[in-house]
Structures are given as C-alpha cells and as structure tokens.
C-alpha cells in the first residue's frame, strides 16, 4: 500500500515477547505484508477483537520485521544489541518470515543470511 494512504489507517496493537511490550503497526501495512496478519486481523479470529500476542518471539528479531515493514529495507545488524551474532538474528527473522507468511520479507533476509 501507499505509505501515505496506510499511514491514515487503523493501527493494530501487537504483543511481542514474554514482558508483551505492545507494537502498534498500521494494519494495512501488516497485513498488506503478512498473510498471516491479514488472516489474524480480517477473519473471524479473536484476534481481529483482541489483537495479536506473539510471546515466543524475541523483541529484536519483531524489531527487524517492523524496520523492513516500514522502510522495505533490511536494517543495519551493528543497531541491534546483540550484533556480533548476526547470523543467528538472520536466521531467527528469515524464520519469523517463514512463519508469519511474509515471503518477501523471508526471501531477503535469507539472501542477506547466504552473502
């Protein structure tokens, strides 16, 4: 979507790791990315009520997925706090991307994983 017709939308609050800090994302940028969300927050899933809590996923790897939803670029691994394993951040987000059924996401962190 247009970053400037999302950025009018509704924002979804999205729970992230096991201290639930809330992210709050334009729903239409989610779920433009994300089938996943898409699923979660136009279906009949208590989700689309409650919103998402994601408890099993690290604050970092939510960090890198929000930087690329809102930029479409993949951040610089030296602003995470742990960057001296940076493979292991890509692996853990091209698994989120994986997950959450975010393909393009999940194809540029795994071509950034095999440089």
Do not use: M
């Not at 989610?30 to 996943?36: A, K, V």
């Amino acid at each position: 979507p247009c970053i400037s017709s999302a950025a009018q939308g509704q924002l979804v609050t999205i729970a992230i790791g096991p201290e639930k800090i809330p992210y709050h994302i334009h729903k239409d940028v989610i779920c433009h990315h994300s089938e996943y969300f898409r699923t979660a927050y136009n279906g009949r899933w208590k989700e689309a009520e409650e919103g998402v809590t994601l408890e099993d996923v690290e604050i970092e790897v939510f960090n890198f997925f929000v930087h690329w939803l809102y930029t479409q670029q993949l951040p610089a691994l030296r602003y995470f706090h742990d960057a001296t394993d940076s493979n292991g951040l890509l692996l853990k987000t091209c698994v989120f991307g994986d997950r959450f059924l975010a393909p393009v996401f999940r194809r540029l962190v795994h071509n950034e994983y095999a440089d």
